[in-house]
């Protein structure tokens, strides 16, 4: 495939508003039909949610920039009132430790928990930085550094992002970039704290390109960024369509590559494919292999590979036109996609990237809710066990839940209140699941759908009704094809074919060794088996032996 382009085969899904899973056929090339039911008189059946606190917030079209962000238990949202003016509330969700921090110099724009460690960066309007360390139970929060500006600084929309520090755990490492316009600026905290020791410094006393700060500057625009989790990268894009890698080293970002992977469209955000939580277990080797580009206002996802940057999926929502926001869980296997004028969340699942596998599309789940949502932030993922699936748990090693529970911190127009959603997981595959155990897995799910693929084909040759669309198999009906005379359709079976054989090769020999394991096992068996008889009748003997002396006696 080429730059750009994945299957032509599409995929036509339906997505009902009740939370049901829509799992996908082949997950390459898939359009979405949202439900539009306006009519709620409840949330889903899949969630339940409970108030934290109450609290009247305006419309998200009155607030600057992000006013909600979670980490695990923690919970920061931003307060304005117009007597007391800015704060920002940390909650602790369970506990409801709670801390209120105010004196911002400007109004606050954008506020983030790192998800490697328990520091919240808060940005007023002029990228003024303050960052605080929350310890994990909420009961302590105190001041980290302040990065401040003059007052005559402009920093028309500035943003934050952190980088999820994953290299070495021994090695306290903070390093968060701000961006504004067409300026990316980079500070490395824990070398800012050891080199001035102070609560609080000034910008202009950071050198620039320097072990404490590194400055970017684009050509345009910049409209996401991320740093890589080991901070020896840095991607850009831009709202003329680049996608900018830099290499951070020797205190400078030097481009490496300059890219348009798309084409009429630029990138909105951008997220990478890594598993933050893997461990010696999991390890999926280096960072940044796969990112998922979105686009057209959350309402396009392409999956690329950052060695040849081919698209290897994409999704669309053919239905509304309303701007979707996205984040995505540590482990990479969900996206969440948040619709706050329809007051919906989309539930995005995505196959791992395993060895030989490559990251692809496998169901959605629509969640809708009867209260306006005005902000939804991610607090954790984990499987869902139930007291029935523990006991299966317990009993089986083997066993894996069939569902993961999402917890969100969400704001209403009332109240700030936590959501735990049920989603069910369309590949059987644990969150912390070993690459080869995952490939496994994936691999005969992909050989099933192969061979269904494969006799549908075969039916529809005879048929002379030519269709270019894959519908989903909840949708009850067999996939459909591109004619016989379509060239793709020939060259996707032929992949197809061989994937097949491969899997099947890969079974058999399998199989085999199973077979000579068997036999091995059967000669130990029978080796012990001669060797217990054996005993016995030397430990007989030297019984015998033993009555005869003492009846001598």
Not at 199 to 220: A, R, Y
Not at 498 to 519: V, Y
Not at 523 to 536: I, P, Y
């Amino acid at each position: 495939m080429s730059t750009g382009s994945v299957e032509t085969v599409t995929e036509k899904v339906s997505l009902p508003s009740n939370g049901t899973l829509r799992s996908f056929t082949v997950g390459r090339n898939v359009l979405l039909l949202a439900s539009d039911d306006e009519k709620r008189d409840r949330d889903s059946d899949k969630s339940n949610s409970k108030v934290l606190c109450e609290y009247k917030w305006d419309p998200k079209t009155v607030y600057d920039g992000r006013i909600l962000s979670a980490r695990q238990k923690l919970v920061a949202y931003r307060l304005f009132n117009e007597q007391t003016g800015e704060a920002i509330r940390v909650m602790e969700r369970e506990s409801r430790a709670r801390h209120l921090i105010k004196d911002f110099r400007q109004p606050v724009v954008d506020i983030l928990f790192a998800d490697h460690a328990g520091y919240l960066a808060v940005l007023d309007k002029n990228a003024n930085l303050y960052i605080y360390h929350v310890s994990d139970d909420g009961n302590e929060l105190t001041k980290y550094l302040n990065i401040i500006r003059p007052n005559h600084f402009e920093a028309p929309n500035p943003k934050i992002v952190w980088c999820t520090y994953m290299e070495d755990e021994t090695v306290s490492t903070h390093v968060l970039a701000v961006y504004y316009n067409k300026t990316v600026e980079i500070f490395f905290l824990h070398a800012i704290k050891k080199e001035f020791g102070l609560l609080e410094v000034k910008i202009e006393e950071l050198d620039v390109n320097s072990e404490c700060f590194i400055q970017i500057q684009t050509e345009s625009n910049i409209s996401a960024v991320r740093i890589s989790p080991d901070a020896t990268a840095c991607a850009v894009t831009t709202t003329s369509g680049e996608f900018i890698f830099y290499i951070l080293e020797n205190h400078q970002g030097r481009e490496a590559h300059n890219l348009h992977p798309l084409k009429n469209l630029y990138v909105n955000d951008m997220l990478f494919l890594d598993n933050l939580q893997r461990n010696g277990n999991n390890s999926d080797g280096p960072y940044w292999k796969y990112v998922v580009l979105i686009s057209d206002n959350g309402r396009r996802l392409g999956i690329y590979s950052c060695y040849n940057w081919e698209c290897v999926g994409k999704l669309r929502f053919e239905s509304g036109t309303s701007k979707l926001d996205a984040t995505i869980d540590p482990t990479a296997r969900f996206i969440y996609l948040a619709d706050y004028e329809t007051s919906n969340l989309f539930v995005l699942e995505l196959a791992p990237a395993f060895p030989g596998i490559q990251p692809y599309f496998v169901a959605c789940s629509q969640i809708s809710f009867h209260q306006q949502i005005i902000c939804v932030a991610p607090c954790g993922l984990e499987d869902d066990v139930s007291a029935e699936t523990e006991d299966l748990l317990l009993d089986d090693e083997s066993f894996k839940a069939s569902k993961v529970c999402a917890t969100f911190a969400a704001i209403t127009n009332r109240s700030l209140v936590e959501i735990k959603v049920e989603v069910e997981k369309a590949l059987d595959i644990a969150l912390n699941e070993d690459p080869e155990t995952g490939a496994r897995i994936i691999g005969e799910k992909l050989a099933e759908q192969t061979k269904q693929l494969m006799l549908s084909s075969q039916r529809l040759r005879t048929s002379s009704a030519a269709s270019n669309e894959v519908r989903s198999p909840r949708d009850e009906t067999l996939p459909s094809f591109n004619s016989s005379a379509d060239p793709a359709v020939h060259t996707e079976l032929r992949q197809l074919r061989k994937l097949l054989q491969a899997i099947t090769e890969k079974n058999n020999s399998t199989e085999k060794r199973l077979n000579d394991m068997n036999i091995q096992l059967e000669k130990v068996h029978k080796d012990n088996a001669d060797l217990r008889r054996e005993q016995t009748d030397n430990l007989a003997d030297v019984l015998e032996k033993i009555c005869r002396f003492w009846d001598g006696r």
